[in-house]
């Protein structure tokens, strides 16, 4: 019998919630070890609610209690959270994959030291179809994002070009340009883009369109792919969570993926 991986999560919001109580109820070969959050006091009696109760943790002492980090908060810790872990060999679950655009040096990082940096599908769709066209050539790959004005309110982008989406009536598209310069634009919004982009031809020549669209009351994305083995186009409509910025397939990918790591019997590339 192998011994359980010890998981750790790093923030309790609307995905991170979701995962450490699935991880409570019981997911085969795991254990949560420990939880670290902003403000520990306010998550302390729920956490010892669960099962198990993990241990509350400042990040720079998880790596010692765990083998395995989720990434579950905002996009300025990435660095702090999967450092530790990657370079001890270990594994650093990322959500925030828009911040590997601006610290590649972790994934250079995880191979000099046999770790590794895994990014779930999260609220995209068909990643698997991009990694096996991006073994062969991948001539183009594009995506249109629509969500609601309130799931883009604050994005630094809108705020720097002074872009008004409150009251709007009518669709109306807020950028059209790289994945890379989408990442930094509208870092709690398009970690898609980042993923989809890690996923095929990189940041650099992966497009995005964004609209903020009052008529659609879910997070649509569409992706539109040209290769040398497939084209393909595929869309999804995903519900918000709780926070309008994060849709509530998001900590399902996450639990999906946790279960794989264990799982007799894995579907997917």
Known sequence: MRPDLRIAVVGLGAIGTRVVEALDRGIDGLVLTAVSVQNPEKHRSRLAGLTRPPALLPIEAL???????????????VRSIVTPFVGAGKTAVVLSAGALLDHEDLIDLAKQNGGQIVVPT????????V???AVGKIHSVRMITRKPP?????APYIVANNIGIEGITEPLKIFDGTAREAAKGFPANVNVAA???LAGIGPDRTTIEIWADPTVTRNMHRIEVDSDSAR???SIENIPSENPKTGLITALSVIACLRKLRASLRVGT
Do not use: H, K, R, Y
């Open 150 to 154: 309130g799931g883009l309110a604050g």
């Open 232 to 234: 393909f186009s595929m």
């Open 195 to 197: 993923a989809l982009s």
């Open 63 to 77: 790596v010692d209690v765990a083998d395995i980090v989720i990434e579950c908060a905002p996009s300025q810790l």
């Open 122 to 129: 999260g609220a995209l769709i068909g990643l698997d179809a």
């Open 131 to 133: 990694t096996a066209a």
